[in-house]
């Protein structure tokens, strides 16, 4: 997909208008395919708003590029048309530091099944820019990763990413696929996949989920599992 000058003049806009101060993100870059038109589209980006540093990141070979925009939220794709707006007030909360995540304000029920998990989840969300119904569902999920460390949101546009959609068999969007096993599709509910997360034997999760075990120091949690 392209991007025109429009576009980065628009998104750029709401930078300025949104965040106050310089903010920084990292952009994930891994020798993937796409990175050269992440990084393209971050300079462009950077040159019409001195409020957004964009600083690349290198990660595991292969990985798709993207926005690390917390530890576990990672944006795999251009935030532009309506997801522009998202993406402002994405970087405009990150710098609110204790921030009360939009979660705890609205759903008690849904943050106390936060509050249980006690294990890494990951979650994919194939989006499109050109799809009316995904910035709904991107602005359903994002609270969660902020509301709780455990849950690794993965925001994926599939029409940059055509190959990794195929690879996890996904034909429409938005499609939320939960530790690459468990999928959702159109009306994705929240609280119906955090409970679906909790439900979840724990020696099943995906290798991926392990490995942030480990990386976060749980190694005897993993072997307590096995």
Sequence with gaps: MKFSDSQIKKLAAGIDRYIEGQCEIALAVSGHAEDEYFIEFSQKLCEQTDKLVVIKKKTDAGSLPGFVLKDNLLWSGLPL?????????????????????????????LAHMLDMLDFPVNMKLYVSIMCPHCPVVVKDFIPLAFYCDNIHLHIIDGSLSDR???DDSVMSVPCLILDNDLRWT????PGEIVRAALDR????LSAESLRNF?????????AAMM
């Design 201 to 204: 034997d724990p020696s099943k």
């Design 186 to 189: 159109a009306g994705a509910d």
């Design 164 to 166: 990794e959609a195929a």
């Design 214 to 222: 480990l990386e976060q120091g749980d190694a005897a949690a993993v």
């Design 81 to 109: 048309e309506k997801q522009a707006d998202i993406f402002c007030h994405i970087i405009a909360q990150t710098q609110e530091n204790g921030a009360e995540s939009p979660v705890s304000e609205k759903d008690d029920t």
